[in-house]
């Protein structure tokens, strides 16, 4: 039975169903076969429905604007004008597939792309939207409702209230005696028991209708209590009368609200009922020291003070403190020191300042430029005053008018000038005479320069017109920085006097103490000034003094105070102090400068000195460098004061002698003269010595200059130890006057081998010079008379930079074995001319002996003459001699040589005949034999090469040098 398969709501028709059924029964008889076709199955659609859920809300918060979604069925809270989707999406779709149909209350919509949405905008009151879905079973359905709030509970479309209001304007310039009414939101300025009304009205009451109601100062009000308070209009209307300053004038506000939003607006109900009263400055009395004023320009409110200096601006400001809309009318006096006062006008004009109209004018009374600024919007009024001099006083009033009453307030105004002081001209060049008993009178700002024991007076005025107002200026007198008093009275040398002007101060008893500087200070509320004055007092000058027994060097520092004796090392510097003593002469001032004349001298009759050598102050100090002998002597400072006693100027004078001591000084490269078979050395130390075993040694030890004289003695040091040399044995001293010393070393050998040094000292100091003195080598000889060799000097290894003599000879070994070894051959040996294990060219050796033979032909010793392998071993064949190129002064001779084999004659190759070195092809001739050359000076025998290099003697020996010179190198 198939009946279970068929599809209803509760059990769908699955999809494996459907298709061709075939039913097949058998028996005994047979076979039947019965067919069916299913092809389809019904299935009702169903859509996914919402739930509704704008009901009975409650607010804040707000309902939303913007676009917004729901599913239909249900219901979503919205703003008129706001797109809301609605979706129809199926949970199934049906079988068959079910068609979606939208409908507008009964209206069918056409069809459209996406059927699963729908977009409206929510602006009618009232509407449904439908989505039908249906296919051949069934149909499912829903509906969405849109419709305008009307009450708390029944509604999802909303619309925010908004307040007919009115904006804040400006405050006005008069509050007229009536009843006002304004549109929340506008202030009202009303005078005090008159009726205000404030009408709330909505330019847009709102979905659902919004309700009003009231706050006073931000807290709900209804007027409960208030019997002078009326609502009307559905509490959009607001009435107070009778109103009462302290309790209804302040601000009201009126709000309307609904789900959809909030608004509100506020007004302030002000009663300025009350008279102007000013802003008022500080009141001072005038400023007296140490009290300061500003010396800037001076601004204050009216009723305040200002005090200041000539040249800057005054500013009075007139400012109403009450929140005034009341007009307001300003009257400005200027009041003079015990005058009449006299109105400020002008003819005011409009100028904008600050984005506000400000009206303004000027006016000038007593040489005082006045300037009124006046703005109105903001109540404030002010008068700039430029102009004013010092010592100026007056006073400026202002009035301030409404309509309630009126405020006046006056400011006092003093002009103060700081004191300035009349300076006199400083002079530091000091004066040419000094009278001894003058008391100079100055100006503050001179300099005084006075004997001792009179008095000094400065007197300090201020400059005309400074220091304004009379007798606000104090003084105070300092010196050497501590203030001073009028101390006569009580015995003291300071006396002060002082009027409104000025200040004097005399010091009685002048001393020398008292050089120094004198400071005045003058000072009231606008400044203050200082001068100063420099006192420079003298007395009779003296030299402070050395000890002629007190002796300065020769050790550093060399300084010290004339009169002292200075021993000065040659080479060195004296500074010699001539200061002025405590006890008299004229002290260095604050200045630098030195009111005594310094004057150098040197030696009998005393000479001037170059004042370049002077230093310290005014030249009281010189600077002797001695350099020689000749820069001793007396020298004598002069000090001459500026004091002027019976006609002349005093003055003391000293004297310090210099005498110049010098230390030893050798002449380390002065060679002693030299004896015959005595070797000379000197001390320069810059070389090594060397002698000849056997030899006599002479150094000199010469003392260019030494004061006092030098004493001087020898050592020997041989690396081991030292020992002082004296006289006797093998040394021999010599010395003399002059400052020398010989020492003579005779029989020179190898225990006098090291450093012989001299010391030369006196009580200055001492000098040292030295040399090292050796033994040439064990091989060094001279060649014996008539031995075949030539004595040469060479220079000598060892750490020493010195020559000794060689005798220069050949040396020669043994010859080799006869090659080539079959018949005639040639057997060689090494010859070389040698002198101090030195190898030297043989021309050297040849001066004085013949070169020996280097090789020389053989024979071998053969068993068989007639070996053929011999005979055909390679030989060189030498040709003859030709003919000398020249005739005389050398010339050139050549031969044929070449390599052959013997047996058969024929010639091969030169590399071939290894057994010996190729004989010469060419050879000198005619070497001895000068083309017109001959020797014009005697002693050409003696010379040599090295001397032949010589131009003179390459002409005056021509024949000599042409053969290479008799002897080497000399």
């Known amino acids: 039975s198939m009946s279970g398969l068929l599809a209803n709501p509760e059990n769908p028709a699955p999809p494996r169903i459907l298709g061709t059924w075939t039913c097949t029964c058998n028996n005994s008889d047979g076979v039947t076969v019965a067919t069916s076709r299913l092809d389809s199955c019904l299935q009702p659609p169903r859509i996914d429905k919402g739930i509704e859920m704008c009901r009975n809300i409650r607010f804040p918060p707000y309902v ?97 209230p908004i307040l007919d209001k009115s904006r804040p304007g400006p405050p006005p310039d008069d509050v007229p005696p009536d009843d006002m ?28 209708p919004a309700p009003v109601r009231w706050t006073r100062r931000d807290f709900p009000w209804d007027g409960e209590g208030q019997s002078n308070v009326m609502f009307s209009g559905d509490g959009r209307i607001l009435t107070i009368s009778n109103i009462s300053k302290s309790v209804d004038c302040t601000y009201y506000c009126c709000i309307a609200e609904n789900a959809a ?45 200002a005090y200041t200096t000539p040249g800057n601006l005054i500013e009075i400001i007139g400012q109403d403190t009450r929140a005034n809309p009341l007009a307001m009318d300003w009257t400005w006096q200027y009041i003079p020191s015990g005058g009449t006062p ?29 300037t009124v600024f006046t703005n109105i919007p903001r109540k404030v009024s002010r008068v700039e005053i430029r102009g004013a001099t010092a010592g100026q006083q007056f006073n400026i009033s202002s009035t301030v008018t409404n309509v309630i009453g009126s405020d006046t307030a006056t400011s006092n105004v003093a002009i103060y000038s700081p004191p300035v002081f009349e300076q006199g001209m400083p002079n530091p060049n000091i004066p040419d005479v000094i009278q001894n008993d003058l008391s100079p009178t100055v100006t503050i700002g001179e300099t005084i320069y006075m004997a001792e ?23 105070e007198w300092y010196y050497k920085g501590e203030r001073v008093f009028d101390d006569v009275a009580e015995g003291g040398r300071f006396s002060i006097s002082t009027t409104p002007t000025g200040t004097s101060l005399t010091i009685n008893d002048v001393t020398l103490s008292d050089v120094g500087q004198i400071q005045v200070i003058g000072y009231n509320p606008a400044g203050s000034d200082r001068a100063f004055t420099d006192l420079n007092v003298y007395k009779p000058i003296a030299i402070d003094k050395g000890d002629p027994d007190n002796i300065i060097g020769p050790d550093e520092p060399l300084k010290g105070k004339i009169g002292d004796t200075f021993n000065v090392e040659k080479g060195k510097r004296a500074f010699i102090n001539c200061d002025l003593a405590e006890s008299g002469g004229f002290p260095y001032n604050e200045t630098g400068n030195l009111p005594a004349e310094i004057e150098w001298f040197r030696g009998t009759p005393p000479m001037p000195v170059d004042p370049s050598l002077y230093s310290g102050n005014h030249g009281n100090q010189l600077c002797v460098d001695v350099s020689s002998l000749a820069d001793g002597g007396d020298f004598t400072c002069v000090a001459t004061s500026r004091i002027m006693e019976e006609g002349t100027f005093q003055s003391d004078t000293a004297t310090s002698p210099v005498n110049v001591l010098m230390g030893p000084i050798i002449d380390p490269a002065a060679l002693p003269p030299m004896m015959a078979g005595e070797r000379a050395i000197n ?21 260019m200059m030494s004061i006092p004289d030098a004493n001087i003695t020898w050592t020997f040091s041989n690396g081991q130890t030292t020992q002082d040399i004296k ?18 070393i005779s029989n020179f050998g190898s225990e006098d081998v090291g450093r012989y040094r001299c010391t030369a000292s006196n009580s200055v100091g001492s000098d040292v010079a030295s040399a090292s003195i050796g033994l040439c080598p064990s091989d060094s000889r001279r060649c014996a008379p008539g031995e075949p060799g030539f004595t040469i000097e060479l220079d000598v290894s060892g750490g020493f930079n010195d020559t000794c003599p060689f005798c220069a000879e050949y040396a020669m070994n043994q010859y080799g074995p006869c090659q080539p070894p079959c018949h005639l051959g040639i057997k060689t040996r090494t010859v070389i001319c040698r002198a101090g294990g030195r190898r030297f060219e043989n021309e050297i050796c040849n001066m004085t002996s013949q070169t020996p033979p ?79 050359c001959q020797d014009f000076a005697s002693g050409c025998e003696k010379i040599g090469g090295r001397r032949c290099a010589e131009e003179v003697f390459k002409i005056a020996c021509c024949e000599t040098c042409s053969q290479g010179g008799r002897s080497f190198p000399y």
């Open 64 to 160: 939303s604007e913007g676009p917004k979604e729901t599913k239909i069925g249900g219901d979503v809270c919205t703003i008129v004008g706001s797109r809301v989707d609605i979706r129809c999406d199926l949970l199934e779709r049906g079988m068959p597939p079910a068609r979606v149909i939208w409908r507008r209350g009964s209206t069918e919509l056409p069809e459209f792309e996406n059927r699963s949405m729908i977009s409206i905008n929510a602006s009618e009151p009232t509407v449904a939207y439908t989505c039908e879905a249906m296919n051949d079973a069934v149909m499912d359905s829903a509906t969405t409702d849109f419709m305008f709030a009307t009450d708390a509970t029944n509604y999802n479309i909303f619309q925010k």
């Open 181 to 208: 009414t304004v549109t929340i939101g506008e202030d009202m300025y009303i005078l005090p028991g008159r009726t205000a009304t404030v009408e709330c009205g909505l330019s847009q009451e709102g979905i659902p």
């Open 261 to 305: 939003g909030i608004d509100q607006a506020c007004t302030n109900i002000i009663c300025p009922g009350e008279p102007p009263l000013f802003r008022r400055g500080l009141r001072l009395p005038l400023p007296m020291n140490p009290d300061r004023i500003n010396p800037g320009p001076a601004s204050v409110d009216i009723g305040g003070s």
């Open 342 to 370: 006299t109105t400020i006008t002008g003819t005011p004009m409009i100028i904008m300042m600050g984005g506000f109209e400000v009206s303004t004018f000027t006016d000038m009374i007593d040489g005082l430029n006045f």
């Open 453 to 475: 024991g009179n008095s000094a007076t400065i007197n300090a005025n201020l400059v005309p017109g400074s220091g304004l107002l009379d007798g606000t200026t104090d003084f």
């Open 683 to 703: 001390l320069e130390g810059k070389r090594r010595r060397v002698v000849e075993d056997g030899s006599t040694v002479r150094i000199r030890c010469s003392v």
């Open 727 to 744: 006289a006797g044995g093998k040394f021999t001293i010599a010395e003399d006057m002059t400052g020398e010393s010989q020492l003579l």
């Open 854 to 932: 280097s090789q020389m032909t053989c024979e071998a010793d053969f068993p068989d003459p007639n070996d053929r392998a011999c005979n055909l071993a390679p030989r060189w064949k030498k040709g003859p001699w030709g003919h000398c190129s020249r005739t005389c002064d050398g010339g050139l001779q050549k031969r044929q040589v070449c390599c052959h084999i013997p047996a058969t004659g024929k010639e091969i190759h030169d590399s071939e005949c290894t057994y010996a070195p190729k004989p010469k092809e060419s050879r000198r001739c005619n070497i001895g034999k000068p083309c017109g």
